[in-house]
């Protein structure tokens, strides 16, 4: 892969991790709200997140979920079921306190990672954009494999560099504003996460094509 290709990848994933998706907003929600030692594992399970994907379009997933529309439908629903269940819960958590336990802090690092990891796979939506996106800057006279192998690190080095200033947003948030403006930044993401799931279950794999 040249310098240019990857060049033009790393501008064009930028763009799209502008946009912040349900992974961005969990790592808002977990710096505002958890020890930042939560909300690094929830971005590491998002960036877990980005290699399995990545790595099951370069193993044709992407063109299965594309043909079968049970196998699409089970997964959108799946999905935005616990995008609305993390709103849910994130709505009616209350603020706590950055000081933790280690031991909780460890079990909710467990639940951030899982949770990070879930929500990005169980989204048919980010699966099919990939298959249509990355793919575009695989060369088929080069080593395939290699080029998914090196786009695929390329996207979670750039999705651990978005949430983290994500993440510290929310510390910061924590730091300088009263609880009740942090727990409305909560609220907000988990208002933000309910519309991404509704949005999820309008989605159509035509939308791509």
Known sequence: MDSSTLFLYLIAVAAVMVTPGPTMLLALSNGATRPMRVAACGIAGAALADLILIGAVGCGLGAVL????????????IGAAYL???AIAMWRAPTQALAAS???S???????FLRALFVAVS??????FTSAFVPQFVRPDQPVAMQYAILAVVA???DIAM???YAFGGRHAMRTLSARAVQWINRGCAGML???AVGLTLYRRSDLR
């Not at 989204?123 to 099919?128: C, H, I, S, T």
């Open 123 to 128: 989204n048919p939506k980010a699966l099919l």
């Open 66 to 77: 594309q043909a079968s529309e049970q196998l699409f439908t089970a997964i959108k629903w």
């Open 84 to 86: 609305l269940y993390l």
């Open 194 to 196: 309910a519309c991404l």
């Open 102 to 104: 280690s031991d909780a």
């Open 106 to 112: 460890s079990a909710s690092g467990r639940s951030a």
């Open 156 to 158: 979670a080095l750039m």
């Open 163 to 165: 949430m983290s200033i």
